[in-house]
């Protein structure tokens, strides 16, 4: 059926206060990795979560803002319901319409952290809206110093494998939650350009949503330019996607900041360190077809210590500067397809979070929803 444009949600403030209409549909990436699983506790140790990184981080330089710990939802485990409740609560209290969970599917049925998702659609609860992502890249020990370890592989199995995928997350599709563009359920894809056949992988997900009543899905490829080189995917329109994703972090790259980051590796031994840009968005494409992504933040140092990559000063006024910038970019686009993406709801130790810290409380959250209404 086709389906209206979604009413915006009475977003409330903590006060209760309503807010004003969103300009834009937040869509927040969401890590479903915060409880143990078997795969973890033999590769890592028992217990392992993104909790672990989170917690065992460290200064490496003078001034580095390490650890960052979580404020109101605590250190939570997400087999909990009460915690996912809390989660949507907080998120659509700010003007987050859905997560978008990581979704794996490494193929012939081999899946890892699927439960929180799988509760969420079982249960009917919690409200907030939600879509899928498929991360279908290898699992590697890359954040361990072990690159060259391959833990899960990511395996493409042909049409066949593409049904049964299809298939096990048909009714996720089906569920009014999803979330839809004009109708169609919104369906994400992580590393398109490691696809055997983009085209083709477009064509087949779309017939079998014709197939089982669908409108058909709303395909949304990544277009990642993490540093502003050139993106890794440019291909999405051709391939037949219906939008791609601009990804690129908010660090300000040029000759200075460039030689500035080298001299910093040299003396310290230590990550890359890139000053936080909050005029990011007017590098982005202009492009309809491409949608932008914005991050409040970026230290992914918890995983990769010394091999990592900071983006230092970021602050929650500069992370609503570059919303508003990206609300602006989207307002000439139809209502249905202003989707801002966010990274991320919750990737502590990635270091890219809107959910509540000890040092900054809400102010991501209110960044957020100022730079929407």
Known sequence: MT???????????????????????????????????????????????????????????????????????????LRVPETRQAQSDLARAYGVEAFVYWHYWFGDGDRILERPFAEVLERGDPEIGFALAWANQSWTGIWHAAADTILKQQRYLGAEDDRRHFETILPAFRDERYVRVNGRPLFYVFRPEELPDAAEFVDRWQAMAREAGLEGLYLVAEASDLLGA?????????????????????????????????AGRKLMGGPEIWPYSDTIVADYPRDPHVQPCVYPNWDNTPRAGRRGLVVRDATPERFRRNVADAVDLLADRPAQERLLWVKSWNEWAEGNHLEPDLREGHAWLEALRAGLS
């Open 3 to 77: 389906e209206t444009p979604p009413e915006a949600p009475d977003h409330r403030g903590p006060e209760g206060a309503p807010a004003a209409s969103p300009r834009a549909r937040a869509l927040a990436f969401y890590l479903p990795q915060f409880f143990p699983i078997p795969e973890n506790d033999e590769w890592w140790g028992p217990g392992f979560t993104e909790w672990t990184n989170t917690a065992r981080a460290r200064r490496l330089y003078p001034g580095h803002r390490q650890p960052t710990l979580p404020a109101d939802l605590g250190f939570y485990d």
């Open 230 to 262: 050139g993106a890794r995917y440019a291909n999405a329109e051709a391939d037949g996607f219906d939008a791609s994703v601009y990804m690129r972090l908010p660090a300000e790259v040029n000759r200075a900041t460039r030689l500035r980051m080298r």
